[in-house]
């Protein structure tokens, strides 16, 4: 569902090449600046065709380095096309920071996984190593070998290694073995080894934040996304997160994986789930079914505790985003308010494109997909899907944003507005303690427009009422949603889509429901290979505009980022497509942006 693609190997050449001839030119001197270690991981990968484990190892590091609670970042990787979003995204930050003078980078001057365990480690944060042994059980151990060691790792300040990397690189061999997993007795046992795990690190795990790897057959060798989520290991190791590897199978799921399950039994309500796995819907379904109650109980979600997914694979560099503060301030800056105050036309129909899904950090890192960066933004009006939870947990990141928005920039809340969840498979009880969040956060950091991903009801019966209920309780902490909009999203089980003959409804108090219609939701892919794609898009959206009576008509697009680093047709490029888009739209539609289309869709209503 998710469109991405992660890029072999030898394609991570030619954007390493870029990082090392930058080198430290250009860097602003400053005193107060951070300083920060640069270590060009893409170039070592290429050097030394570090595999998949070395890679995780030096995640792993980096995770351990970023030691959480330290007052500013140790090292950031070049991660290039593990974040396949945008490769290039680290480059570009390394040059934000180094021009605005708020940090001072040093470069791992060794760009080997020997240079970076040296070299980049000037605090002393690496205390040995943890040997585990994937070659058990015919192979079948590295599924659970290889997360109980990462757990291992962060609780004690370990590098996870096998034998043969330790033979491979001398300085590895040089770390003294504090713990060899390969050795137990449940070694080989995947049932003894989870329950070795649950029993002796769980309760020195994080009851905040959870983290599945995604790393198990077949998917390792089918979906680039298993591989890619290794890249936001160093979070989870950072937070000393319980390393999960588990499967979510079922779309609909008829329980919960009981490992999945027994893992997160104590989570505190609102925890956060980074990582990936094989079913994205069951994944969110599962991480909102388990934790423990308000009260403590444990393994009582549904008496108001559950979690929420935050999508993280090809995410690099989290641990130093956590870290980076924000010069003069101890929070970010509340994202903007866009609105020309033009005035409700009723003879028009209003449109607006929402660029991504707003859950997943992964994209703010790419800043968009390198869409934000582009020089036409502000250009056109374009709505920017964020989720505010990130504005408490990565507080530099999205302030980058709140403090560069201008003209044209309007912003909407990612599914479920403050971490991806599904409304209508929560109690009601859950609805009030995630909303309760979301109100506080939309507050303290916007935007008050929520993608619900789906119209979040069990049946066209109870949608307005579950949103309506979510808006009281938002409002009582906080902000209630200005508008809701949902998409066509009829293949996720957990969540009931009923909006394609009713494209505008309206809450009780007014609140707009905006829904898109499916031909116009995830472009480009879904206009299909076309020799003109504006000219597909503008005549989906004309063609539902033409449905228009007597009332205004507000109409949502949905996606347009470049999520895969393959190469793509000039004319499906964001700024190109939606720009001819609107360019051939009929003349009786207006392009605006989130905040626009709540206060003109509530005009609008018809009472």
Not at 28 to 47: G, I, M, N, R, Y
Not at 191 to 219: C, D, I, R
Not at 568 to 583: K, Q, R, S, Y
Request: charged fraction near 15%; aromatic fraction near 12%; hydrophobic fraction near 40%.
């Amino acid at each position: 569902f998710r469109n991405c693609k992660m890029w072999g190997v030898r394609q991570f050449l030619v954007l390493g090449a870029m990082a090392r001839a930058s080198g430290s030119d250009n860097l602003v001197e400053t005193s107060s600046a951070a300083q920060v270690l640069f270590f060009d991981l893409d170039a070592a990968v290429a050097t030394e065709s570090l595999d998949y484990h070395e890679q995780l190892l030096a995640f792993v590091f980096e995770g351990l380095v970023n030691k959480a609670g330290a007052q500013s970042p140790t090292i950031q990787f070049n991660a290039a096309f593990m974040n396949f979003d945008w490769p290039g995204s680290d480059l570009h930050w390394r040059e934000y920071f180094s021009t605005t003078g708020r940090v001072q980078y040093h470069n791992v001057t060794d760009a080997t996984l020997c240079g970076l365990v040296t070299g980049g480690d000037p605090n002393k944060q690496i205390s040995g190593a943890v040997v585990y042994n994937p070659l058990l059980a015919g192979g079948d151990a590295e599924t659970w070998a290889l997360p109980i060691a990462v757990t291992l790792a962060a609780q004690q300040s370990l590098l996870p290694m096998t034998a043969a990397m330790r033979l491979r690189h001398p300085c590895l061999a040089a770390l003294p073995v504090i713990k060899d997993l390969g050795v137990e007795p449940w070694a080989a046992n995947e049932t003894a080894a989870w329950e070795w795990a649950f029993e002796t690190l769980l309760p020195g795990a994080s009851t905040t934040v959870a983290y599945n790897l995604y790393h198990y057959e077949p998917q390792i060798h089918t979906d680039p996304q298993s591989n890619a989520t290794l890249a936001n290991v160093d979070y989870a190791v950072q937070q000393k997160a319980f390393i999960m590897n588990f499967r979510t199978t079922g779309n609909p799921a008829s329980q919960v994986n009981p490992l999945f399950s027994q893992a997160l039994t104590g989570m505190e309500p609102l925890f956060s789930v980074f990582g990936w796995t094989d079913d994205e819907f069951g994944f969110v379904w599962m991480a909102t079914s388990s934790g423990a109650a308000p009260d403590g109980t444990r393994n009582a979600s549904a008496r108001g505790g559950g979690g929420a997914v935050f999508c993280s694979f090809a995410t690099p560099n989290l641990s130093f985003w956590k870290l980076l503060t924000i010069p003069g301030r101890s929070t970010a800056r509340a994202l903007p308010v866009f609105d020309r105050g033009m005035k409700l036309d009723r003879t028009k129909s209003y449109v607006l494109i929402e660029t991504n899904e707003g859950d997943t950090p992964r994209i703010v890192v790419s800043a968009f997909s390198k869409s934000w960066t582009d020089p036409r933004r502000g250009s056109l009006p374009v709505s920017w899907a964020i989720d505010p939870a990130l504005g408490e947990q990565f507080p530099a990141l999205f302030d980058y944003f709140a403090s560069t928005a201008g003209v044209n920039d309007s912003f909407i809340s990612g599914p479920g507005g403050c971490g991806y969840v599904y409304y209508g498979r929560m109690t009601d009880l859950q609805i009030q303690t995630f909303a309760t969040r979301c109100g506080r956060l939309m507050k303290d950091y916007g935007p008050a427009v929520i993608d619900t991903y789906g119209q979040t009801g069990s049946s066209q019966l109870n949608t307005r009422s579950v949103l309506a209920n979510f808006s009281l309780y938002a409002a009582e902490s906080g902000t209630a949603p200005e508008m809701y909009i949902s998409q066509p999203t009829g293949v996720i089980k957990y969540a009931y889509y009923d909006c394609q003959d009713t494209l505008n409804q309206y809450l009780p108090d007014g609140t707009p429901i905006v829904c898109t219609k499916s031909g116009i939701f995830y472009i480009p892919g879904a206009l299909g290979h076309t020799p003109c794609p504006s000219c597909t898009l503008s005549d989906r959206i004309n063609a539902v505009a033409a449905t228009r009576t007597t009332h205004p008509l507000f109409i949502t697009v949905y996606g347009g980022l470049k999520w895969t680093a393959d190469t793509a047709d000039p004319a499906t490029e964001f700024w190109t497509l939606w720009g001819a888009t609107i360019d051939k739209l009929d003349t009786d539609i207006i392009a605006v942006g989130a905040q626009e289309m709540a206060r003109l869709a509530k005009e609008a209503r018809v009472l």
